[in-house]
Nanobody
Framework: VQLQASGGGLAQAGGSLRLSCTAT????????MAWWRQAPGKARELVAL??????KQYGDSVKGRFAVSRVDAKNTHLQMNNLKPEDTAVYFC???????????WGRGTLVTVSS
């Protein structure tokens, strides 16, 4: 399984961006899909997770502003509204497999929010 993320870029504070992630390969192996982010000098943090059945979790800093969706077994989107400069980070698409311990990471996509 390979994960391909797209949609990063530059936005102004208060603006919106939409990230998309597509899994290629054996999508039947995918269970949860999620977005993580890592800002310079900071640890990677969970932004949002959506299970195969559609259950969603969000990091505290994005609740009420970001919305994750699962289109099908291999596609997820992250709608980011009311962006803040502190949302600036490299965003990574992630998925885990149906077998314990199997995880997949996509290459990051940079989101930059200007004040």
């Amino acid at each position: 399984v390979q994960l391909q993320a797209s949609g990063g870029g530059l936005a102004q504070a208060g603006g919106s961006l939409r990230l998309s992630c597509t899994a290629t390969g054996n999508s039947f192996d995918i269970n949860n899909m999620a977005w993580w982010r890592q800002a310079p000098g900071k640890a990677r943090e969970l932004v949002a997770l959506v299970s195969r059945s559609g259950n969603k979790q969000y990091g505290d800093s994005v609740k009420g502003r970001f919305a994750v969706s699962r289109v099908d077994a291999k596609n997820t989107h992250l709608q980011m509204n009311n962006l803040k400069p502190e949302d600036t980070a490299v965003y990574f698409c992630w998925a885990d497999g149906t077998m314990a311990g199997v995880q997949y990471w996509g290459r990051g996509t940079l989101v930059t929010v200007s004040s």
